[in-house]
């Protein structure tokens, strides 16, 4: 069992940056894969980015690429999405998500089955 709580959310402007965190409980979060998703109001959840069970290796929607950096610190079960050159179609509410092991580039909501509270994310113009 994980439980997962998101911090780091809030108001940016267009071109800014924001980090996310995402803490993790649990003795074996090494050993997780760790995903984050994004739902923008009247729209389904995807999928941003994910990240191996160890951190060596990443995977990133085509529409972050190049701005958003995923990485985690095992030591802390801590996982972190940096976003910078923020645009205000990256409004949303975001999900940290957890599956034991597992490909990260399986990017289906459904294969992950623990899940963060949410936190909001609001790029300005």
């Known amino acids: 069992q994980v439980q997962l709580v998101e911090s780091g959310g809030g108001l940016e402007q267009a071109g800014g940056s924001l980090r996310l965190s995402c803490a993790a409980s649990g003795r074996t979060f090494s050993s997780y894969t760790m995903g984050w998703f994004r739902q923008a109001p009247g729209k389904e959840r995807e999928f941003v980015a994910a990240?191996?069970?160890?951190?060596?290796?990443?995977y990133y929607t085509d529409s972050v690429k190049g701005r958003f950096t995923f990485s985690r610190d095992n030591a802390k079960n801590t996982v972190y999405l940096q976003m910078n050159s923020l645009k205000p179609e990256d409004t949303a509410v975001y999900y940290c998500a957890a599956r034991f092991s597992g490909s990260i580039y399986n990017l289906d909501p459904q294969a992950y089955p623990y899940w963060g509270q949410g936190t909001q994310v609001t790029v300005s113009s």
């Open positions: 990240i191996s069970a160890g951190g060596a290796s990443t």
